[in-house]
């Protein structure tokens, strides 16, 4: 019995086509997944921010996303615009006491984080903000059930401190915050003396 190749036709031959359409269609499903998780760490984190809002603690607010318009407006006020590359951070604001807050929110399924996700424009800006004084971090969303605050720092110097560009989940664990009640607790530990009690709880 002639074992199943998806590059082969019936007959043997080469025929990558539906070989071809197979890999296509599992990587429109993977995105769309990857889409729908992303989005919804991205509902979890405007949880997060509301909730330390309301409880005076800071402001923080997702950057928008810049946008080029194609053309002009149609009779209904409408136009066709694209995105265009995004430099600053997913999301920045200030911490009670004054101190600016600026992190990038990355989601993975699989079980290493790797430093490539962000953009050297993201780095820049990262880098940027940590040498003024913000605190600067890369938020971790692993399978929307661990989530890790990693410092700038650590994020820039990985290849040094581990040896390669990715990050495993062991590695991450000490990095760990909170999440409880449908919000990340991304503030845990994070200037306690300046936020008071609150934010560490």
């Given amino acids: ?81 694209c995105y265009t590359k995004q430099a600053q951070p997913d999301y920045g604001g200030t911490l009670k006491g004054g101190r600016s807050i600026y992190f990038e929110a990355k989601h993975t399924d699989d079980e290493r984080i790797e430093q490539r996700r962000l953009t050297q424009e993201q780095q820049d800006d990262l880098e940027a903000h940590h040498k003024l004084g913000a605190i600067a971090f890369v938020l971790v969303s692993m399978s929307l059930t661990d989530f890790y605050r990693v410092p700038w720092p650590v994020w820039r110097d990985m290849a040094e401190i581990y040896g390669r560009k990715y990050m495993t989940h062991a590695e991450l664990s000490r990095y760990e915050v909170p999440a409880t009640a449908g919000f990340i607790k991304f503030l845990h530990g994070i200037e306690s003396e300046v936020l008071g009690k609150e934010a560490t709880t």
């Fill in 1 to 81: 019995m002639t074992k199943y190749d998806p590059r082969k036709n019936a007959e043997g031959y080469n025929d990558p086509t539906p070989y071809a359409a197979e890999k296509h269609m599992m990587a429109q499903i993977r995105g769309k997944q990857a889409r729908v998780a992303g989005g919804y760490f991205e509902n979890i984190i405007s949880a997060s921010c509301d909730y330390y809002l309301s409880r005076g603690l800071a402001k923080i607010e997702k950057t928008p996303e810049p946008m080029k318009p194609l053309g002009a407006k149609n009779r209904k006020g409408q136009f066709l615009a």
